[in-house]
């Protein structure tokens, strides 16, 4: 792996969505809707972030909030700037971001088929506790991931 680029993190607006759509659309098979994020972009019990390089949105991440506890709903970094260690710093975004709150658990699904997402979070203290079947619309299970020391 190479030096990581100089990203930046910024909240999510809502003229944000369509950029992140199409790189939703490229990552993932279920993919969630341009209303979804726009949605994101407002609420009020949600952090929604996207990174930028050189101001070009490269990923984004939107986390759940309900009580002391953060829900990974959705993250994702766009193919051409995976393995660059941009999916670490924005997870570390996230963290950083939900401990200002007071935020002391953290929790998420993953596919099991996605081990270098798997493996990240795991680097981020979070252990797989659980599987919820066929949770994905193509039928893969989900792994459920917790963190409950943040």
């Not at 929604?48 to 993250?75: K, T």
């Not at 990240?120 to 659980?130: A, D, T």
Request: hydrophobic fraction near 40%; proline fraction near 2%.
């Amino acid at each position: 792996m190479g030096q990581t680029p100089q990203i930046t993190f910024r909240d999510m607006k809502t003229g944000d969505a369509i950029t992140v759509e199409e790189i939703e659309n490229r990552s993932f098979k279920s993919a969630w809707s341009l209303l979804s994020f726009v949605y994101e972009a407002k609420r009020d019990d949600s952090i929604a972030i996207v990174g930028e390089i050189d101001g070009q949105i490269v990923a984004y991440a939107c986390v759940w909030i309900s009580f002391d506890e953060a829900d990974v709903a959705n993250i994702a970094v766009d193919e051409p700037f995976r393995g660059q260690g941009i999916g670490t710093k924005l997870f570390e975004e996230i963290i950083r971001r939900v401990k200002l709150i007071g935020i002391k658990a953290m929790t998420l699904e993953v596919r099991p088929s996605n081990s270098a997402a798997i493996k990240l979070y795991e680097n981020f203290g979070l252990h797989i506790v659980g599987r919820r079947k066929g949770y994905y619309e193509d039928g893969e299970d989900a792994l459920i991931m917790w963190n409950t020391k943040l």
